[in-house]
Every structure is written in C-alpha cells, then in structure tokens.
C-alpha cells in the first residue's frame, strides 16, 4: 500500500501520510489553498472522508486520493466543525456521499455561514483589499517565520478568492447530537461530540480497534490553537474527556501526525493564555504587551496569538461585568 501511495500523483494541496492499512492523513501543504487537514477511512465496502479543505480544487484531489487509496467512491464525509478550511470543499462530494456533521455544525453553516458567503460574494472588493492591506503589512514583518506565515496565508486567501464564484454552498444531509456509529465490512468508526470547545459544536472521529483519533481542530501539532470562536474552558473539559479514550495517534487539524503529547500541548496552551491575560487583568497590564511565550515562538498559526488573547479577555471581562 506503500508503494501505491507513492504511485498516487501528488497534490500540490497536500501530503498523503499512512496512519495505518486504510488509514490515511492528508496534511495540508501551506499556502496552497487546503489550510486544514483531512483524513481518508477505508471502511471495507465504503470510504469515510474527514473534512473537505477550503477549495474545490484541493477537494477534487482529495476525492481522487480517496477513491484510488480504497478503490471504492466516497460514501460518507464528516464535517469535525463549521470552519471553511474543513467544510468549503463539500459540493465535490455530495453527488455521492452523505455529508455528516452535528446539528449545532449544520445550524451555523446554513444561518451564519451563508450570510458571511453572501456578504463575500455582494462585496469581494473589500476582501482584495484586506488582503493587499496585509502584504503591505507583511513586507514590513521583520519576523522571517511570521513573515512565511502571512505569506501562506496570503496566498491561501488569494486562492480561496480566486474559486469564491464557483463555490456551491453544501450543507450536512445527516446530523447527530452525540454519537454516531458507521459500520463498515473491515471497520467501525464512531463519531462524537463532547459539545463546544474550538467552536460552539466539534466533532471527533475516533477508531476505537486502531487507537486513532482524527480531531480536527481540537488538537493542533505545533499550531497555535484558534480560540475566535472558542469555549477555552470547555476545550479544555473536552480534551479531559478525550484523554479517558484509549488513543495512541491523532491526526490533528493542522500539523503532522502526532500523539497525545500534542493533545496535552493543546491544553498547556489554553491554560497558559488564560493564565497570562488573567494575570494582565488583575495587573491592569493591556494584553497587547503580552508577547509569545518562547515554547511557542516557532509554531505555526502564530498571526491567531494576539486574537486568542483578545478572545480570552473579552471572556474575562464579561464575566466580571
């Protein structure tokens, strides 16, 4: 299976990593329009697709990838939560697959994810000019790994930008509340949700006989979590949760392959961001003079620091008012 892996003409959207026989990651090449990981499960008689990326253009690779890694056609495809770079490549698949998300995921998309496509589409001169605004911005970064990372980005939003007029908003066709199990002939998956962490609802693909979970962005490999739209505390009671699983590899939202030991990262980091601002506050210290602690100085996704402290001091300060 190697060698087909290998025989498999590469995207230039991501890297395929086997996890185990009929498990595998595809691992987001930066700048290239994926932005988030993906997952392929062979189930035996169908195929499970875990996200879809941000274009349709990474999302028809990933189709390819899939159906020649299983030699069957997707049947089924899990959205983990609402963000574009796990759900915007949808319209590929849902010819033939089922796309799955929680009731909370699918509520967000079809209300607040459809006006935020609307308000892109009626006005996408304003979303070129944030955008020209940012290189500027960029030129001027003397910060070489914050430089390469608003580079990606940059790059990534021009070709998010540049599929925005063929994009067919597609929504879950199945959801749950809970727990979803899908038996395949070789494999069993459970899908599961502990309510909001990341965002207001995420789910988790978890292969209780492989000891692998596929997180989404509940888990990060040497990323910054995301915390714009997060519950820090209940993050962190999900991933309390997650820990009781019997897990041994995780296929991260963003990021290589990893272990446990990143899902503990995960949680060192929220705690030490709230910890940090918590301390300003008290301090009556502004949160802009909080810079990035030096474990953190070489991970990616380093432009959503100050938007996490940002984020944990409006938590904060709701809470006392």
């Given at each position: 299976m190697i060698n087909q892996i290998e025989t498999f003409t590469e995207s230039k959207h991501f890297r395929i990593k086997r996890v185990t026989e009929?498990?595998?990651?595809?691992?987001?090449?930066?700048?290239?329009?994926?932005v988030g990981n993906a997952a392929i499960i062979n189930l035996g008689n169908s195929t499970l697709v875990v996200d879809t990326f941000t274009t349709i253009e990474a999302a028809q690779d990933l189709y390819e990838a899939a159906e020649f890694l299983t030699g069957n056609s997707v049947s089924y495809v899990v959205n983990t939560h609402w963000h574009s770079d796990h759900t915007t490549g949808n319209q590929v698949f849902s010819q033939n697959a089922q796309i799955i998300s929680?009731?909370?995921?699918?509520?967000?998309?079809?209300t607040f994810g459809r006006e935020r496509l609307s308000q892109q589409l009626s006005n996408p001169e304003a979303i070129y000019k944030a955008i020209d605004e940012f290189?500027?911005?960029?030129?001027?970064e003397t910060n070489e790994h914050l430089k390469n990372e608003m580079k990606g980005e940059i790059a990534s939003n021009r070709e998010y930008m540049k599929m925005l007029p063929n994009l067919v908003y597609t929504?879950?066709?199945i959801t749950f509340?809970?727990?979803m199990t899908i038996h395949g002939s070789d494999r069993t998956v459970q899908l599961i949700t502990y309510g909001g962490g990341h965002t207001q609802s995420d789910t988790f693909v978890y292969l209780p006989d492989e000891k692998i979970a596929v997180m989404g962005d509940l888990v990060l490999s040497k990323h910054?979590?995301?915390m714009i739209h997060a519950n820090p505390k209940e993050w962190l009671n999900i991933l309390d949760r997650v820990e009781q699983l019997d897990i041994e590899t995780i296929i991260p939202g963003h990021g290589e392959v990893c272990s446990m030991e990143e899902l503990y990262g995960v949680r060192t980091y929220?705690?030490?961001?709230?910890?940090?601002?918590?301390?300003?506050?008290q301090n009556k210290r502004p949160i802009d003079e909080i810079l990035v602690p030096g474990e953190y100085q070489e991970w990616n996704?380093?432009?959503?620091?100050?938007?996490?402290?940002?984020?944990?001091?409006e938590l904060i300060t709701e809470k006392e008012d």
């Amino acid at each position: 299976m190697i060698n087909q892996i290998e025989t498999f003409t590469e995207s230039k959207h991501f890297r395929i990593k086997r996890v185990t026989e009929g498990v595998y990651a595809t691992v987001s090449v930066p700048g290239t329009g994926s932005v988030g990981n993906a997952a392929i499960i062979n189930l035996g008689n169908s195929t499970l697709v875990v996200d879809t990326f941000t274009t349709i253009e990474a999302a028809q690779d990933l189709y390819e990838a899939a159906e020649f890694l299983t030699g069957n056609s997707v049947s089924y495809v899990v959205n983990t939560h609402w963000h574009s770079d796990h759900t915007t490549g949808n319209q590929v698949f849902s010819q033939n697959a089922q796309i799955i998300s929680t009731t909370t995921t699918r509520h967000i998309m079809n209300t607040f994810g459809r006006e935020r496509l609307s308000q892109q589409l009626s006005n996408p001169e304003a979303i070129y000019k944030a955008i020209d605004e940012f290189e500027e911005k960029m030129q001027l970064e003397t910060n070489e790994h914050l430089k390469n990372e608003m580079k990606g980005e940059i790059a990534s939003n021009r070709e998010y930008m540049k599929m925005l007029p063929n994009l067919v908003y597609t929504l879950p066709t199945i959801t749950f509340d809970q727990q979803m199990t899908i038996h395949g002939s070789d494999r069993t998956v459970q899908l599961i949700t502990y309510g909001g962490g990341h965002t207001q609802s995420d789910t988790f693909v978890y292969l209780p006989d492989e000891k692998i979970a596929v997180m989404g962005d509940l888990v990060l490999s040497k990323h910054h979590p995301v915390m714009i739209h997060a519950n820090p505390k209940e993050w962190l009671n999900i991933l309390d949760r997650v820990e009781q699983l019997d897990i041994e590899t995780i296929i991260p939202g963003h990021g290589e392959v990893c272990s446990m030991e990143e899902l503990y990262g995960v949680r060192t980091y929220i705690k030490k961001i709230m910890g940090m601002v918590e301390e300003a506050v008290q301090n009556k210290r502004p949160i802009d003079e909080i810079l990035v602690p030096g474990e953190y100085q070489e991970w990616n996704l380093s432009t959503y620091f100050n938007a996490n402290l940002k984020k944990v001091y409006e938590l904060i300060t709701e809470k006392e008012d």
